[in-house]
C-alpha cells in the first residue's frame, strides 16, 4: 500500500526482499540449468516486491514498511521487515531441537506430510538505510537476523551436516552489508561489501562463531552503437547468504559482455565468464571450475523478422578431470501480416558424442489482444550429451526451458490474452516418440494490477 501518505509505504502478505544487487538477500532470480548461461547475475530493483511466485518457500511473510523523507536533492529512506514462515520438521529433530537440514531445505517444508509432522517458526527480521544524491548516486547499509523457533519459542538450532557430537547447529545467522552505486543514462558502476556470521552451538551449550565475507562489483556503458559490462564476484569460503539473489555457496567468479552495432540492422557482441566454487556439496569431492565463451551475429529485417548465428564453447575442470562442450545454433523468424514463422536448428558437441535439435514454429495474432501460438520440435539425442531445449520467445510458459536427454518429439501450443496489466495464458506441451506419450503438462497463469 503506497498511498497511505507520501512519506509511508507498508506491505503485508508474501514478499520478496532486495538490498542492493542480491549478494546477502535478494529475490531469487531463475538460474537457468542451461551448461552455456553463466549464473551470475547483479540487478538493482525495488527493496520490497510482491511475491508473484506460486511457491511460498521462494519469499518472506509477514509486514514490511518503508519510511521515505526528501529534501531538495537528497532523497532518505529507512525500512524495516518482520517474517515469520511456519515450516514443518521430523519428530525425531524437534525432540533433540537439533535439525540436520540446511536453512534452505527448511523453507521448502511449508506442507505437513507424514514425515514432517512438527511446526516450527522460521524468524526474519531486519532494517535498510538508503540515501540517494540527484537519484544517480545511491547508498545503502543494511543488515538483518535469521532464527528458528518451536511454538513455545524454543530455539531450534540448524545445519549441523558433520554429524560432529560436540556440535548441535547454528543457533543464528546475522549479517551486515554496505551498497554503493552511481547510474546515469550511459554508465553504471556499483560495489556491494557483505559480512556474514553464523552463531554456532555446541553440545554443552557454549557458543562459537564463523564469519565469512563477500563482495561484489561491476561497471557498464552503453549508447546507441556499443555496450560493455564486466561483473566480479569474491567470497571467502566461511561465506554463508542462503537469501542470496543468486548462487548461496562460496565462489569466485566474473562476466564479460560485449555487443556493438555497426549497422542499423546488424549486431555482434562477445560474451566471457569464469566460475570457480570454492567448498564442496555433500556429493562433490571435488572443486570444479567453469569457463564459457560465447560469439552471436544477428541480422534484423526492417521489424520484419531476424536471423541470429551464435558459437558457445565451455570447458570444465573437475579435479583434474576436463571435459568440454561446443553449441552452434542458428534461428530465424519472420513476420508477415499477422504471422510469425519460427525456424530453428541447433548442433551440441562434446568429447565424442553429438547432438541436433530442429524447430519449427507458428505465431498468430487474433484480434488485438488475443495470440495463438504452436511449436514443434525434433531432438536427436546421443547418450550423455542432452540438450538444454528453452522455450523460444514464449512468455506462456512457467519455465524457461528443460533439459532432454532422449531422441524425442515436442509439440506445444498456447493461447494468450494481454491487454494492458491484465494478461492470461493457457500452455499445453507434449513430448513423445512415435505414438508413446512420454510427458504431458498443461499450465495456466494469469496476471492482474490494480
Not at 23 to 41: A, E, N, Q, V
Not at 106 to 123: F, G
Not at 330 to 349: C, I, T
Not at 373 to 391: H, L, V
Amino acid at each position: 500500500m503506497s498511498d497511505i501518505s507520501p512519506c509511508f509505504k507498508v506491505i503485508t502478505g508474501n514478499f520478496n526482499i532486495n538490498y542492493g544487487v542480491g549478494l546477502i538477500i535478494g529475490k531469487k532470480r531463475y538460474i537457468s540449468p542451461d551448461p552455456f548461461i553463466s549464473s551470475l547475475r547483479a540487478e538493482y530493483s525495488r527493496n520490497f516486491v510482491p511475491a508473484n511466485s506460486g511457491n511460498p518457500s521462494l519469499s518472506f511473510y509477514g509486514v514490511g514498511s518503508v519510511f521515505m523523507f526528501k529534501r531538495g536533492i537528497f532523497e532518505f529512506s529507512v525500512n524495516s521487515f518482520l517474517s515469520g514462515r511456519r515450516r514443518f520438521i521430523k519428530s525425531k529433530y524437534y525432540e533433540s531441537g537439533a535439525i540436520e537440514s540446511s536453512l534452505s531445505s527448511i523453507s521448502q517444508r511449508y506442507k505437513k506430510d507424514p514425515d514432517y509432522t512438527e511446526p516450527v517458526l522460521l524468524n526474519d527480521r531486519g532494517s535498510m538505510f538508503k540515501a540517494a544524491l540527484f537519484g544517480i548516486v545511491t547508498l545503502e547499509a543494511f543488515f538483518f537476523e535469521t532464527f528458528i523457533e518451536d511454538q513455545s519459542q524454543r530455539k531450534i538450532f540448524w545445519g549441523n551436516f558433520s554429524n560432529d557430537p560436540f556440535i548441535r547447529g547454528i543457533g543464528k545467522y546475522f549479517t551486515s552489508g554496505l551498497f554503493l552505486q552511481f547510474r546515469d543514462d550511459y554508465i553504471s558502476l556499483f560495489c556491494e561489501s557483505g559480512k556474514t556470521f553464523k552463531k554456532i552451538i555446541y553440545d554443552n551449550n557454549r557458543t562459537g562463531s564463523i564469519e565469512g565475507y563477500g563482495f561484489i562489483y561491476g561497471i557498464k556503458f552503453k549508447n546507441r552503437r556499443a555496450g560493455i559490462s564486466f561483473i566480479g564476484k569474491n567470497t571467502t569460503r566461511e561465506f554463508y547468504a542462503p537469501y542470496s539473489s543468486g548462487r548461496s555457496y562460496p565462489v569466485r567468479s566474473w562476466l564479460f559482455n560485449s555487443a556493438v552495432r555497426p549497422a542499423d540492422r546488424l549486431k555482434a557482441g562477445t560474451s566471457f565468464s569464469s566460475e570457480k566454487k570454492l567448498i564442496s556439496g555433500n556429493s562433490n569431492e571435488c572443486l570444479p571450475s567453469v569457463r564459457m565463451e560465447k560469439y552471436f551475429l544477428k541480422y534484423t529485417f526492417n521489424k520484419r523478422g531476424a536471423i541470429k548465428l551464435s558459437y558457445n564453447f565451455l570447458k570444465r575442470d573437475s579435479g583434474g578431470e576436463i571435459s568440454g562442450k561446443k553449441r552452434f545454433k542458428g534461428s530465424a523468424d519472420l513476420k508477415l501480416y499477422f504471422v510469425k514463422l519460427l525456424f530453428l536448428a541447433a548442433n551440441q558437441r562434446s568429447q565424442r558424442a553429438s547432438s541436433w535439435e530442429a524447430t519449427w514454429g507458428i505465431f498468430l495474432k487474433l484480434y488485438k489482444s488475443i495470440s495463438l501460438k504452436c511449436i514443434y520440435s525434433r531432438f536427436f539425442i546421443t547418450e550423455g550429451n542432452p540438450i538444454y531445449a528453452d522455450n523460444y520467445k514464449d512468455s506462456s510458459y512457467l519455465s524457461s526451458g528443460s533439459s532432454v536427454d532422449r531422441s524425442v518429439n515436442r509439440f506445444s501450443a498456447s493461447i494468450e490474452y494481454k491487454e494492458g496489466s491484465r494478461k492470461f495464458s493457457l500452455r499445453y506441451e507434449k513430448f513423445f516418440a512415435g505414438r508413446k506419450s512420454l510427458r504431458r503438462r498443461l499450465e495456466f497463469s494469469g496476471k492482474m494490477i490494480f
